[in-house]
């Protein structure tokens, strides 16, 4: 049972600052890769970025230089630090998780709402 407890959506101004949190169990959090899906009303869902176990990240080309994903191992938490935000990062985030051989994002959190408006 991977349960992903999501926190720290909010409703924001453009260009402010917003800081997502996804805690889940130390067992399974040291061998996954973890992601942040964002999802706004009518369109797809996207992954705007993603980190491995050992830290490295990958990020939506739409966020780079704007959202920095971090992993506290001590907490067994992924952190989506979001900057500059701009009314089109409105959305449900959902914190993902993926687990070996396939790291396919099979985990899921309960979604939290970011909404950039002034």
């Known amino acids: 049972q991977v349960q992903l407890v999501e926190s720290g959506g909010g409703l924001v101004q453009p260009g402010g600052s917003l800081r997502l949190s996804c805690a889940t169990s130390?067992?399974?959090?040291?061998?996954?890769?973890m992601g942040w899906y964002r999802q706004a009303p009518g369109k797809q869902r996207e992954l705007v970025a993603s980190i491995t176990k050992g830290g490295n990240t990958n990020y939506a080309d739409s966020v780079k230089g704007r959202f920095t994903i971090s992993r506290d191992s001590a907490q067994s938490t992924v952190y989506l630090q979001m900057n500059s935000l701009k009314p089109e990062d409105t959305a449900v985030y959902y914190c993902a998780l993926g687990r070996p051989p396939s790291y396919t994002y099979n985990y899921w959190g309960q979604g939290t709402q970011v909404t950039v408006s002034s």
């Open positions: 130390r067992s399974i959090f040291s061998i996954a890769v």
